[in-house]
């Protein structure tokens, strides 16, 4: 998945140069080999009983200066509508995974994540409670340490990034926010990346977190955590 770092770094001025020819670039390099059911850089796909949704927070997003509202999006319309689309048409999938580049936590504390566009952030939330969309994870990267974090109710978030790194920029553990829940964080060094293996029987998931050389330091099992209702 593209994010900032493919055009200029907490990129927020959407079509504007150097976008054009960063975007071209990548797609060249990785994006090519994307599935294009939406026509866009966002997309969706499914393996097995299983649904992702990948999706695009760079070229559709307001200026993080903006003051947070319900006219702030990080995804825009369109993509917003494909979103619920989404998860509508696979409300019955044993689990569902929302991909974004940066994360959703509040914890994260920085303009450039969800934590400056919480409205969109909570109407999307608000969306999978009220239509009792059961099995939707979260997937997250970009804060150079691995987490689990319980947004709400049956909403769960998992992050590990990047594969290379130069440590983590806050100190650890971080402060609550709100009434989300941190089960789980930690830097482990430079290098590390997470795992998720999924059971739909159950249904349930195993999150492992490995270094770099493959050594596991964390593994958490969780299953009828993700009922919303």
């Keep these: 998945k593209d994010d900032d770092h493919e055009i200029v770094n907490d990129w927020d001025q959407k079509d504007e140069e150097p976008y054009p020819s960063a975007i071209a670039a990548w797609k060249e390099y990785a994006g090519n080999s994307n599935p294009n059911n939406y026509g866009q850089t966002y997309y969706s796909f499914e393996r097995g009983q299983c649904s992702l949704f990948v999706l695009d927070t760079r070229r559709y997003r307001d200026e993080e200066s ?49 934590s400056g566009y919480l409205y969109e952030r909570n109407a999307i939330l608000r969306f999978i409670q009220e239509h009792k969309i059961n099995g939707t994870v ?54 590390h990346f997470g795992r998720v293996e999924v059971n739909t029987d159950i249904p349930s998931l195993v999150v492992s977190f490995y270094s770099l050389d493959r050594l596991l330091y964390q593994r958490l099992f969780l299953s009828t955590d993700f009922v919303v209702v």
Excluded: C
Excluded at 152 to 176: C, H, N, R, V, W
């Design 138 to 191: 979260l997937i997250s990267g970009d804060r150079h340490y691995a987490g689990v974090y319980q947004l709400d109710k049956g909403i769960y978030e998992f992050t590990a990034s990047p594969l290379d790194a130069f440590g983590p920029f806050i100190d650890l553990p971080l402060p609550a926010y709100e009434n989300e829940k941190q089960i789980f964080l930690s830097s482990y060094g430079l290098n």
């Design 66 to 114: 903006m003051p947070d509202s319900p006219k702030k999006s990080m995804i825009g319309y369109t993509q917003f509508q494909h979103l619920k689309e989404w998860l509508l048409f696979n409300k019955h999938a044993p689990f569902k995974f929302i991909v974004s580049s940066v994360p959703w936590t509040g914890f994260a504390a920085s303009k450039d994540t969800w």
